[in-house]
DNA sequence: GCAATTATGTTGACTGAGTCAACTATATAA
DNA sequence: TTATATAGTTGACTCAGTCAACATAATTGC
């Protein structure tokens, strides 16, 4: 905990000075820091009311009027007056405004290039994952959309090392999950058939926010397998998609039915498995990780 | 690079407003935030001379001084002369500016305390990771230490998956090398003999900066595989270390030599085995991963 | 060894960022 | 219809932060 809170502390002192270096360096004698958020933001959200720049930007009511007066001194917005509550005056930019908002996004633009510039692709992506995980993880409702695709190339094995430390955490189950796990997505690897299988990744704003497996158990039946959303990611419908996502994929291949197999401890699971048409149709008791743990087979007809 | 771009610009927003929160939240009547990280330098570099503090955090000099000045009549700081150079007054602070700084460090820890209280533990290590590496990244030398230590749960597989994205990106072997790391780092752990065989992983401010692996192959020869340094760790010497390690621990289990197999592309590791007494002793020509790749297989001889 | 230059820190004078409270005008609730 | 709340404006103010001039000490070049 205690260097937890350090490593936070580390970067936040770090970040500051990084982003005020980045500031002062697209910033010129147009507009000072709070100008250039201001103009972002009535440019983002046009047309605008003051009070809702004033909540997002939290500054005072005071100081954004007297900005505001100046942007139109300048020529850069209007204010008319507000037709179902009159006592508004909503903000837009003019032309001029427009223009001037597109050189400062320009200039702020390329002080972000001229800091990636000096890092690979690999590490470009590294950084946007970064980034990315840790704002999701500390502002869990931040607007961003997810979408389904294919694995990229090390994403399955990234599967496992997240299933095994997701689970290793909440159940106690160590290195034999951790072997298992890694057979599973390996033989995955070596025998997948295009035609009848597929791993799907939920995409949330480029990071791997989640993961499934379907599996050809011949006979006519599909196995679903590895699950998982990240914790980061919970609460968007993630596990949904990705469950109906290979149920689509079954319909359309001719499946018969899925099966699944999970532990009966995983409740937010089989509440997914349960909204999307699955029966527990068996349990059984299995000893691979140390503890018992009890098991559940689930299982969904596709009358096609 | 687009997106790329506005990822890391929805963060600097994004980032800028959370850190602006959470000072607000710690700052009291006391000290304002340029006086908080005043005496924060300060207690980090006591005895410290002004032109230092000026540097590092990037403020006036006049507009430091007065501060500092401001320090003293409230009793934190003493301004003593300089000896070496009479121009200098080094900055020390006083039993009671030790006390304030105390204050407001337990209250800036606590500040950061509560945002980490909503997050598990799993979450709380994935958003150091992210913090660290995002810092690593746009700082690549960021005067942090590593350590050589076994491998967490899910680590091993982590290997596999950055491999196969590290050597994906730069030499173009894409699902083939990936189904040979999975396998491989699998069969690893299944047969794991912790007498004769290790995991070493770099750990740069508790994230993954790199690992090796030591298995036996029989008949007093270990082969030392998958040795990996992450982009963000480079130029720390992590490399050496960890083959350092291997041949430690090889050395301590009486191998006669260590064995390992490389590609001919990958020069830095090529660098590391030969500083630390590997000798080249054949080439091949493997045709697994697609195109046909030039390999090479060194050694060690432990005349122990 | 001395003048010219440079570095460290202080001070005066100033600007303008940001705050606070009072005020107008409109909308909503009782 | 009156009381209360909300949107935005304005006056008055504070103090954070800047800039240039200055005193003093160290360093450099000849």
Redesign the interface.
């Known amino acids: ?1 205690d ?3 350090e ?16 500031n002062a360096r697209f910033l010129d004698t147009d507009a000072n820091l709070a100008e250039a ?1 201001l103009l972002f933001e009535i440019a983002r959200q046009e047309p605008v009311q003051a009070s809702t720049l004033q909540a997002d930007l ?1 500054i005072d009511r005071g100081y954004l009027s007297r900005m505001t007066a100046r942007f139109e001194d300048r020529g850069w917005v209007t204010r008319d007056h507000g037709e179902a509550d009159a006592r508004t005056r909503p903000i837009r930019l003019t032309e001029a405004g427009r223009t001037v908002f597109g050189q400062m996004d320009e200039r ?2 390329s002080a ?2 001229h ?2 510039g ?18 999701l ?4 409702d ?1 607007p961003m959309s997810f979408t389904i695709r294919p694995p ?7 599967v ?3 299933q ?3 689970y ?3 159940h106690g189950w ?2 034999a999950l ?2 298992v ?3 599973t ?2 033989a995955f ?2 025998q997948f058939n295009p035609d009848r299988e597929g791993c799907w990744v939920a995409d949330l ?2 990071v791997m926010a989640g993961a499934v497996f379907l599996t050809d158990e011949g006979g006519g039946v599909a196995r679903l397998r590895l699950l998982h959303v990240e ?2 990611a919970r609460r968007r419908g993630i596990g949904d998609a990705l469950v109906r996502t290979c149920i689509d994929f079954a319909r359309e291949k001719g499946y018969d039915r899925i099966t699944l197999w999970t532990h009966t401890v995983l409740d937010a699971a089989r509440r997914i498995y349960t909204r999307n048409g699955f029966e527990c149709i068996s349990t059984d008791v299995h000893h691979e990780f140390g503890e018992p743990v009890q098991g559940e087979t689930w299982q969904l007809i596709l009358n096609s």
Chains 1, 2 share one sequence.
């Open positions: 905990m260097t937890t809170i490593a936070i502390r580390t970067f936040n002192r770090f970040f500051t000075r990084h982003v005020g270096a980045m958020r939290g702020q633009r972000v290039a800091d990636l000096r890092l690979g692709p690999v590490e470009q992506e590294d950084l946007v994952q970064a980034l990315t995980r840790a704002q993880l500390l502002d869990p931040a990229r190339v090390g994403e399955v094995s990234q496992a090392a997240r095994s430390i997701l290793a955490e909440s160590g290195r951790e072997t796990e890694a057979e997505t390996a690897l070596r704003a480029g914790p980061f």
